[in-house]
């Protein structure tokens, strides 16, 4: 256990989003960004790997410079090295497109042991980015993971499926996403906290990936927005104001006239 | 309306502290009130914040910071939990004598664990017998060979049990009555050493208190901090600076008591309208805003002159731990009053604030004691 | 050949998830326009038990195909995303469907990633317009449905639990089993070493008659606990919000919404819930809404049939009370 790399992306801070009315997509640029809350299970996990192994952590995030004190953050956590993988040509990636860029960036980081990402992003939610780039990289891939310990050139983990709770052994290197349940997240270190500040990401563009254009950002993106409407409400229904005791007993009322009681 | 300014690392101390405070602590403090329980979640993260090793100095793998960011980390953390900012303070007033007496040896072993958070602190100085009279203390250390035996029991103290260090004072030579004192680092798990049963208290519930008691406790000689009979040189130069952390706790307690019963005010309709704009409750928050804005200036300006190196700062540090608790005494009653029957509930927070403040007024030095040490430097200054 | 589509029936320990019957639904109707067979796929390492499955004789598709090896026994990331990519390649459908399940969310992308296709996540409808499907997933913003479409075949997409509703097939389809070629490796990079069943009861909450539903405006856990009070006294089932799971005060299991559970029941009751578009594509086909919110304006309330414009908490503890005296 070498080297661990975990995967952060930045979210827009609830409230603050902006969408662009043209491509319907977020204009990251606009809204302010928080570490995505899943994402701090991937990097406790490096960390206490990190503990345990004395692995080193790089972290890497895709977005536009506004998302480099989320790495600084993650530095302040413990991570020993800061990649920010930003480009024009980014903007706009549906998970395939995204997932090609962090497949190219971890790739240029081999040799590597493990890739940790949060299980998903509370932004889009779709879960599918570290699969995706498993598949890419032609690796395992393992989601939903509450423990890893490694064994040789083995990792064991524990994941929490629909069914069961399973113990696996996996080949390294291998694509993890770690659960958002962990029993304790650790703070930043005041003295990381220091340190971060006067440090700067590595930042790379498509360019220095050797990316292709027509395979990035919305138009390396397979999937399009045909359009977005506006959800129709309905009609309103009946308001009942008052003190909450006099609606509880209304309520009741209706509930036994509605014969809810009796089912 | 804060009226003072920080420097860009105070800043982010004050930031990390309150998010320690809001992630680890304000979800929990009330069910750790009220079911009495010391829960070791706030103290893994402070220590993995590195913010054990806020005074511990740089060459130790601490912050190498002073009095005054340990007050504002004290403060900060007292606003979500004064039973959670006792058991870390206590542990600064364990850690003191080792970084102001320590020898190299001592500090070398000591301080690097200290300020990773790895080793909790607890300071033992009271008896049954010698509280405000601590000159009165009687647990002895006898010297054998290379080694102390210790006999005795400390009452009353923070951290008792779940410490792992002690700095404990005893009477070396009790012929010698004060001047025959000295302190000693008592590990737990020294053979003859044992707690009592936990202490159950008015407030400050998150927190642990015991007494210690020693029992032919066996040490060796190399635990004895500076030398024979400088057992209350020790304490009291401890206690001079810690009692700025105590001023702290104050602030952050009125602080949390005052926010949580402004909001109230401001919403509550009586008579048509928000309390808050009867002049008698609105001119209340006033005197509490000005009563603790006039403790923080002095807690502030007492930290930061003893940070500037000062010398002799007793009356200083006690009028600080004095003016500051009494002030936040009246604040919690007030903040109660302001709130009427909801303050007095156990679901509102206010009531805790109140019995959790009651402790600062005894602890770290009765506030008749800090008068007692103002008067007599009071004394000096007209001779 | 016959152009199919493929719908991923998720198979394990002799149960067939329902969540892949309900997709079958929407996935029927557009096989059925477009000239197109529904293909229901499952992986196991037993054909004779899963082909005997009670479900598929009235499954809405028309084949059943089941892929049968041993070293299918265990549900592996990896080894079960190279069967369907294989058989992809061969077979060249016109669409990969998988329920939002833990199996279809994990091998739907590495099946995406590897065909270089995309992947659209929380699909709650399918239409077609023209020859372009479109599928509606909720986007950014309050209230705002995206219609996606993809570039690049297979279509693929994972579909939103109970978002659908099983429908029955008036005929059987026809089963049998698919050969891999020979040259396909068997081969795995995971080893499950142990597999402890979860004690956890499978949520009722898509089939509740009455969801109690509560929202940040529950502001304290505690009101939440007592949420879960009134549930027991009305033989409810309690759901909650996104945000309420992401403070950690409820498991994802009892999430509402497209990226959770989608509820139908007869009677909705929103506590302290403003209506986020998330969370109401999972409960708008309830018979009877009612909201509570202190906010007139919140679009829960203006959606709900009833609203009830009062503190959540504080109507909570009113119901606990009153209810407790009567039944004294």
């Known amino acids: 256990m070498d080297k661990v790399i975990v995967c952060i992306k930045g979210v827009p801070k609830p409230g603050t989003v902006k969408v662009d009315p043209e491509t319907h997509t977020l204009k990251r640029e606009s809204a302010e960004l928080i570490l995505n809350p899943m994402d701090r299970s991937a990097l406790e996990m490096a960390m206490r790997l990190k503990d345990k192994y004395n692995c080193e952590v790089v972290v890497i995030t895709m977005g536009p410079p506004n998302a480099v004190p989320l790495l600084r953050e993650a530095y302040s956590l413990g991570a020993d090295k800061m990649i920010l993988l930003s480009d024009r040509l980014f903007a706009g990636s549906d998970t395939l497109a995204t997932s090609r860029v962090l497949a190219r960036a971890i790739s240029n980081l081999k040799p590597f042991s493990l890739v940790l990402m949060g299980l998903k992003s509370i932004d889009g939610e779709t879960a599918q980015v570290p699969p995706e780039t498993a598949s890419l990289l032609g690796l395992p891939s393992v989601t939903n993971v509450k423990q890893i310990s490694v064994e040789g050139e083995k990792v064991i983990v524990v994941r929490e499926t629909d069914y069961s709770e399973e113990e696996i052994e996996v080949d390294l290197p291998a694509v993890l996403s770690v659960t958002p349940y962990l029993d304790y997240y650790r703070p930043p270190s005041f003295k990381r906290m220091l340190e971060a500040r006067k440090l700067d990401p590595l930042i790379l563009s498509a360019q220095d990936l050797a990316l292709p254009e027509e395979l990035l950002g919305l138009k390396g993106s397979p999937t399009q927005v045909h359009s977005v409407f506006e959800k129709k409400i309905m009609e309103r229904g009946e308001i009942w104001e008052g003190s909450p005791e006099e609606l509880a007993k209304r309520l009741i009322d209706l509930l036994k006239e509605k014969e809810i009681f009796k089912n | 309306m804060t009226l003072h300014s920080f420097t860009e690392e105070q800043g982010l101390l004050i930031d990390l502290v ?79 004598p080792i970084i102001l007496f320590g020898n190299k040896e001592q500090k070398e072993k000591y301080l690097p664990e200290i300020a990773k958070g790895k080793k909790l602190l607890a300071f033992a100085l009271t008896e049954p017998q010698a509280g405000s009279d601590a000159f009165a203390i009687k647990t002895t250390a006898k010297r054998e ?14 951290n008792g049990g779940i410490a792992d260090l002690y700095v404990v004072i005893a009477l070396t030579d009790p012929t010698k009555g004060p001047r025959g004192a000295s302190a000693f680092i008592v590990e737990r798990g020294d053979p003859g050493f044992s707690f009592g049963k936990k202490e159950r208290k008015l407030g400050l519930k998150a927190s642990v208190t015991t007494d210690l008691i020693f029992n032919d406790c066996k040490i060796p000689k190399d635990r004895l901090l500076s030398k024979e009979g400088m057992g209350f040189m020790v304490a009291l130069k401890t206690l001079d600076y810690a009692r700025c952390g105590a001023g ?41 805003a000005m009563r ?25 540090s006690a009028m600080a731990k004095c003016f500051a608790t009494d002030q936040a005494m009246w604040i919690c009653e007030r903040a109660i009053q302001m709130m009427g029957g909801y303050g007095y509930m156990r679901d509102y927070p206010v009531q805790k604030y109140f019995r959790d403040v009651k402790c600062l007024q005894i602890y770290e030095g009765t506030n008749e004691i800090q008068k007692n040490i103002i008067a007599r430097e009071l004394a000096k200054l007209y001779k | 050949m016959e152009e199919i ?20 639904t929407p996935l029927y109707d557009i096989a059925e326009r477009l000239g197109k067979k529904l293909v229901l796929l499952l992986l196991t390492e037993d054909f004779e038990r899963a082909q005997s499955l009670p479900e598929l004789k009235k499954a809405l598709c028309h084949y059943v195909w089941i892929v049968s090896a041993p070293e299918l026994k265990d549900y592996r990331d990896d080894l079960y995303s190279e069967v369907i990519i294989e058989l992809s390649k061969r077979e060249m459908p016109y669409g990969v469907f998988f329920p939002a399940t833990f199996q279809g969310m994990s091998l739907a992308p590495r099946i995406a990633g590897a065909l270089q296709v995309g992947l659209c996540a929380h699909v709650n409808d399918l239409k077609l317009e023209g020859d372009n499907l479109l599928m509606f997933r909720p986007t950014y913003g309050d209230n ?47 080893k499950i070493r142990k597999s402890k069943p979860l004690i956890k009861e499978p949520s009722r909450l898509s089939v509740a008659k009455i969801v109690l539903a509560g929202g940040m405006g529950l502001k304290t856990k505690e009101n939440l606990a007592l949420l879960r009070e009134l549930a027991k006294v009305l033989r409810a089932e309690v759901g909650v919000t996104r945000p309420l799971c992401h403070a950690g005060w409820a498991k994802e299991e009892e999430m509402i919404g497209v990226s959770g559970v989608s509820v139908r029941p007869k009677l909705y009751i929103g506590f302290g819930i403003s209506g986020a578009i998330q969370h109401t594509l999972g409960m708008e086909n309830s018979e009877f809404i009612i909201a509570v919110n202190t906010d007139k304006e919140a679009p829960l309330v203006k959606m709900a049939h009833l609203s009830l414009i009062c503190d959540a908490g504080e109507l909570i503890k009113s119901l606990l009370k009153q209810l407790s005296r009567e039944s004294n």
């Open chain 3, 144 to 190: 705002i449905i995206a219609s996606l479409y993809s570039t690049t075949i297979p279509i693929m997409a994972t579909l939103s639990l109970g978002a659908f509703v099983i429908k029955e097939n008036p005929f059987s389809p026809q089963i049998s089993k698919y050969e891999m070629p020979p040259e396909f490796k068997w081969q795995s990079k995971m």
């Open chain 2, 248 to 288: 702290a706790q104050a602030l952050g307690i009125a602080q949390a008591a005052i926010d949580v019963s402004i909001k109230h005010a401001k919403r509550r309709i009586q008579f048509g309208q928000p309390v808050y704009q009867f002049q008698a409750v609105s001119h209340t928050f006033a005197e509490m």
């Open chain 2, 18 to 96: 309150k998010r320690i405070g809001e992630e680890y602590i304000a979800p929990y403090a009330l069910e750790w009130d009220e079911k009495e329980q010391y829960d070791p979640l706030p103290m893994r993260a402070l220590a993995d914040a590195d913010l054990f090793g806020i005074i511990v100095p740089k060459e130790y793998g601490g912050l190498g910071m002073g009095v005054f960011e340990m007050a504002l980390a004290v403060e900060y953390l007292s606003y979500y939990c004064a039973g959670v900012s006792t058991t870390f303070a206590a542990s600064f007033l364990g850690a003191y």
């Open chain 2, 145 to 158: 060979g290379d080694f102390y035996i210790l006999n005795g029991v400390k009452q009353w103290i923070t």
């Open chain 2, 292 to 316: 603790l804005e006039a403790s923080r200036a002095l807690v502030y300006s007492v930290a930061k002159y003893i940070d500037s190196g000062a010398k002799d700062f007793s009356g200083a």
């Open chain 3, 5 to 24: 589509i493929i719908a991923y029936g998720e198979y394990n320990n002799g149960k067939l998830h329902p969540a892949s019957l309900e997709i079958l």
